[in-house]
């Protein structure tokens, strides 16, 4: 279907693609930056440090090792707690999808979780586990675990009852209609489930981090209770914790999503 | 009547001496509307369908007819009566009845290959035959050079093209097809048809078809047989044997007059079921295209 020819004018639409893509969040970084520059300028007192100050603690904090440091023993606590909670969801989503006792047992369980803000657990873990590396993760997990089920019960019962006849009619059955058929056909959903526990995952790890000081604990959180009289520093941590967040749900979440459903034709691009 | 075309009051098991393919006795299916009424869709319905035989299932939508495909591909069971395959009850759904559904149930996370290689899997085929045999398959109907693309990137009737050829590949005994063409454009039905009477002609061993459709055209240019089928609750009223020789075309004149005689039949329901007191607008649903 295509051509030599049309590969210029694709190219061409790629990069128009590209501009339209980064241009929007880049105005609206830009335009946040500028107000912030402003209310900095206006605020007399130092509790709002201007984008300069930030910029300069931001690389302070990089200089020292303080923040790459933090960085890296927070993302490694996320990694384990939310592989566990996206492991432990997803095998408790699909048995909800599955069975209807379940399902109308535990689902209601599983509601009041996701309903309960994951820092009232904080106090909780800590009488548990002591103010440990342990009672952050438990925080983490409970934080996230709930929206993967919920996810992946949707995904489950969102499987087009047709794709299952057609699978069964082909002679899929048991294991090989899951393996082959029911699972693929889940798959966006189990994404969309992913980046919504990403979000919930993150915001718990932080707030555990902040509230939860171990002694000698590095984090990013920890950073945030640490420097509770530098603001300038504090803004720093804010935005790493911010850019971290976003990036990684635009690099890996956002766009697994979009490769999954272009190739399925579910993505409408405009 | 003329000796090509032939027509019974009351559909009758066939005299030969093989065991038929495939056996309908005294078939019931009621199911639950939405409103919690019982709904008689199949009201005893018996048929046989011999080995190499095309039958095609024919009457207004409503008629059950579906619903009697479904259960021949077991993937429904009967409310009474008895369905059998070979001589014994349909133990559930199989890879000997392959079923081509009204909307292509393409696994659209699989390249249109992917499709036909993934049915050869299931049915046991050494993963070193598959791409070759997807791509023969898919050659031959018309899509070798579409093997890559994903189901959402074809039309509608190359959508219909691909099950088709996952459909074959398998090599199934029965094909079952739930009017497969029912929602394409007259050319590309037009071309699909002629893809079956390819596949009717060419077939190695003897393949058994039931298809199910609206359209009287379809029926007389495909079937050796049709059973005509009232309006619900789904009775069989007709039969009638086509020997019109292969390949047809819609303006072969045994064809038409088939077409004709059929749809005079049809209309003879309607008006029928009218008299009895049906208010569903029929006559409009008998696809003449």
Redesign the interface.
Known sequence: MSSATTSAATEKVGARRIAHEIGPPLAGVAGLIAAWAVIAALTATDAVPSPLDTWRALVAGMRDGTIPEATLKTMIRLVFSFSLAVIGGTLLGVLLGLNEFARRSIRPLVVALQIVPFVAWVPIAVIWFGATERAVVFVTIVGSFPSMTLAAMAAMRQVPPILKRAGRTLGADGWQLYRDVILPAALPGFITGLQQAWGFAWKALMAAELIIAAAGAVGLGHLLAREADDVAALAAVVAVIAVIGVLVDYLVFDRLDRHVRRRRGLLIEG | MSDLITTEATPAATPDDQAPKLAVRDLVKTRRSTRGSIVTAVDHVSFDVNVGEFVCLLGPSGCGKTSILNIL???DEPSSGQVLLDGRPIP????D???L?Q?P??????SVAGNVE??L???GTPSAERTDRARTWLTNVGLGSFADD????LSAGMRQRAQLA?ALA?DPEVLLGDEPFGALDAQARELLQDEVQRVLLERGGPKTFVFVTHNVREAALLADRVLVMSAAPGRLVEEVRIGAPRPRQLDDVLVARVVSDVHDLLMREVVRARAEGSDRPIVQEIDER
């Not at chain 2, 149930?105 to 699989?110: E, K, R, V």
């Not at chain 2, 994903?150 to 990137?153: D, F, G, Q, T, V």
């Open positions: 591909a077991g993937l559930g759904p199989g890879p009845r392959a079923v559904f909307e149930a393409l696994f659209p996370w699989l993934l049915a899997k299931l049915t994903y189901p959402h990137e996952r398998t």
